[in-house]
């Protein structure tokens, strides 16, 4: 395996291969890069409900550079001396030299500084960017209430469909409802509660309430908070390789709720039925490409094709 440069870790080592995370080990979390050259996340006190901290652990510092596909050391600590000179916890920063695993150029290593005081005093320049952490998922602002994603926190969205809501309460280890899909002995309760995977007020467990012919439920009827989701997680970028004007043939599955191409890739991710999210820029649709899909031209489309044998780092 191909080495990093030496002078910026306490010890050179090797890159070594990290095992991607199973389904429940930092399922409810997501990374984000904060400000070059600062020790401050983009978002560090909380805005309409998200909070973003540093990472202050190895551990969590080699989760998410795995999720990002970036590389990393067997021993991610750098120099004493550079402690001043970098972001404070685990940081990210342009590989010193280029880096190449299996064919694949990766850009981008991950260090971990240590410095227990902050980096930068004295006028010391920071070189390098901070990596956060925020909760992949959070409640709806104001419980009892469905204004759509509006009242979701900013960079969150509502959950509109089964899976991903089922995905949600395993991995938030909240119990699901006896009858988790609204409505289906009796359509009148769609309109009890709010559009999405939700809270219930009384028994506290979780049920999804998607779309149908019943619409949406009065603002004085509806009873339940909304679970939020982050717009496009940090794991799932780098599972898709992206392919702009082409789409997948044959038959295609809408997925509602995506607006974006990255909300569609991120939705993909979450069904083992997709193979690849293809969306349409002209009509803001989202869809999923089955097995044995074939990619055809189509200028008003992107499709991001799952990797489906992953490599971690």
Do not use: W
């Amino acid at each position: 395996m191909p080495m990093i440069a030496s002078g910026e870790l306490s010890q050179s080592k090797p890159q070594t291969k990290v095992e991607r995370s199973g389904p429940s080990d930092y399922c409810d979390v997501d990374f984000v890069v904060g400000t070059n050259g600062t020790n401050d996340c983009t978002v560090p006190n909380g805005v309409n409900g998200e909070t973003q901290s540093l990472i202050t652990t190895e551990a969590m510092c080699r989760q998410a550079a795995t999720e990002a596909n970036g590389v990393v050391q067997a021993d991610m600590n750098i120099h004493a001396d550079l402690q001043n000179l970098r972001p404070k916890g685990c940081f990210q920063k342009p590989c010193d030299a280029a880096v190449t695993v299996e064919g694949e150029t990766i850009p981008t290593c991950f260090f971990f500084n240590g410095n227990k005081e902050t980096p930068g005093s004295g006028g010391a320049k920071i070189v390098g960017s901070p990596v956060c952490h925020r909760a992949r998922f959070l409640n709806y602002v104001v419980p009892d209430t469905d204004t759509g994603n509006a009242g979701c926190p900013d960079g969150y969205r509502t959950i509109p469909t089964s899976l991903p809501c089922k995905q949600v309460s395993n991995c938030l280890a909240d119990v699901a409802g006896d009858q988790f899909r609204v409505g289906l002995s009796n359509a009148s309760k769609h309109l009890d509660y709010p559009l999405g995977c939700f809270i219930d007020k009384l028994d506290q467990k979780v049920y999804v309430n998607e779309v149908s012919n019943m619409g949406q439920g009065t603002s004085d009827r509806i009873k339940g908070t909304l679970i939020c989701k982050v717009d496009v997680s940090s794991r799932d970028a780098a599972r898709f390789t992206r392919s702009e004007g082409q789409r997948c043939s044959g038959t295609r599955t809408e997925i509602p709720g995506a607006t974006s191409a990255g909300e569609c890739m991120d939705d993909c991710a979450e069904d083992t039925a997709c193979f690849a999210a293809n969306f349409d820029t002209d009509t803001s649709t989202c869809y999923s490409c089955p097995s044995g899909f074939a990619l055809e031209s189509n200028t008003a489309s992107v499709t991001m094709t799952k990797k489906l044998v992953e490599t971690t780092r």
